[in-house]
């Protein structure tokens, strides 16, 4: 069942759930500075990773709209699994990106 705007609203701003999203947010942009250099919009994503790495509260900022609007999350609200919140996080950089 999904979650309710009210739920939503009050995942955004959990403190847990934000801390959850930053680390994935850091793990992937881990992964995007050991790309290699011909990965489409390479520059850009890599831009994204650095700006992350230091500081990964704006990256948490950027994408927790379209991670709490997922509809893995909506489906497990905070009880999703780390590997299905790292796919949604990534998912959300990636269309932002």
């Known amino acids: 069942?999904?979650?309710?705007?009210?739920?939503?609203?009050?995942?955004?701003?959990d403190a847990v759930f934000r801390g959850r999203v930053n680390i994935a947010c850091v793990n992937f942009a881990r992964y995007i500075t050991d790309?290699?250099?011909?990965?489409?919009?390479?520059?850009?994503?890599?831009?994204?990773?650095?700006?992350?790495?230091?500081?990964?509260?704006?990256a948490v900022n950027q994408v927790i709209p379209t991670v709490v609007t997922d509809g893995q999350v909506q489906a497990d609200g905070a009880a999703i699994t780390d590997?299905?919140?790292?796919?949604?996080?990534e998912t959300a950089v990636n269309k932002l990106l």
């Open 83 to 89: 590997p299905n919140l790292q796919t949604t996080v």
């Open 35 to 58: 790309e290699p250099a011909n990965t489409p919009a390479h520059s850009t994503r890599v831009r994204w990773a650095q700006n992350t790495l230091v500081n990964p509260e704006v």
């Open 1 to 13: 069942m999904a979650l309710t705007y009210e739920d939503t609203y009050a995942l955004m701003s």
